[in-house]
């Protein structure tokens, strides 16, 4: 961006530094503008959607602390939830993960996939069974 442009108008450098960090996804940083900054909220309404970004966002850290840790700082995932330690050992006890007061240490339970059926023999003979009549033409 020209600096000509960004000096004539804040709103405009803040929402370049939005939209960069969208760019880039810069979770912690992305947070910070999108929640804290009233120039860059009325913006990413407008043109980011940041309600759904922001969601978007923290499942991301959500999904990557239930198969990354077994356990974790309240501090570390407030920073990668996005929000305040208290709004970030709510979360963590709302997603039923646990929480250790003494040490300040969310517990995350990793996330179970679900049940695969396996797929019955007669379905198994009958793709082979095309499969094999398919190379054969």
Not at 21 to 49: A, D, F, P, V
């Amino acid at each position: 961006m020209p600096p000509a442009t960004s000096a004539e108008d804040m709103r405009v450098n803040i929402n370049w530094g939005a939209v960069m960090r969208t760019w880039s996804r810069s979770g912690n940083r992305e947070y910070k503008c999108i929640q804290y900054n009233k120039y860059c909220i009325e913006y990413c309404l407008l043109h980011l959607k940041s309600r759904k970004k922001l969601y978007n966002v923290r499942q991301r850290a959500i999904d990557l602390v239930a198969r990354a840790y077994t356990s974790i700082s309240a501090d570390d995932f407030a920073q990668l939830f996005g929000a305040n330690v208290e709004e970030a050992v709510l979360a963590a006890k709302g997603f039923g993960w646990g929480y250790d007061e003494p040490t300040h240490m969310i517990l995350p339970s990793p996330r179970v996939p679900p049940p695969h059926t396996p797929t019955p023999s007669e379905e198994q003979l009958r793709r082979l069974a095309d499969y094999v009549s398919f190379l054969e033409n």
